[in-house]
């Protein structure tokens, strides 16, 4: 005997081939939504003059003011990127709006560990650091880069 549900679906099914579609179509007329995976999301976003031994920024060297040449360095945890999502970090001057510096990354899908360095070659000024996951962007941060300190000895 004939499961009584089975009965409902076979003649659904004969009117689907029967208009020429498939069941692979089916799928596809699925909202977009509701197939699309997340494209991901950044997390622990540190700025910072030094790194631990695993690449990140720790909270004992995060800084928003650096000195002429300074080191500058700036990671975030990646999670749930799909393949060939890009990451993208600039470093915007405040007052004039130019984008100082850039670095465009792929990164791997799932999760990964992100650090970039900047450098020490910012100029002085106030700048903002802007990092992109796809269409997601993370708050700014801004931070200064100023004089060096002359010692009082």
């Known amino acids: 005997m004939a499961h009584p549900k089975a009965t409902g679906i076979a003649p659904l099914l004969a009117g689907v081939l029967f208009g020429g579609l498939s069941l692979g179509t089916l799928v596809s007329c699925t909202a977009a939504e509701a197939v699309a995976v997340g494209k991901g999301r950044i997390d622990e976003v540190r ?3 030094g790194l631990d031994a695993t690449g ?76 992109t996951l796809g269409d997601k962007t993370t708050n700014p941060r801004p931070f200064v880069v100023h004089a060096r300190l002359r010692s009082s000895s």
């Open 47 to 49: 700025l910072g003059f």
């Open 56 to 131: 990140r920024v720790t909270p004992g060297c995060a800084s928003s003011s650096f000195s002429v040449r300074d080191p500058i360095h700036l990671s975030m945890q990646v999670t749930g990127a799909t393949a060939g999502s890009l990451v993208s970090v600039s470093v915007r001057d405040v007052d004039t709006q130019r984008i100082a510096w850039r670095e465009d990354r792929a990164v791997p899908p799932g999760g990964s560990f992100q650090a970039f360095e900047i450098g020490r070659g910012i100029a002085l000024g106030r700048y903002r650091a802007e990092s």
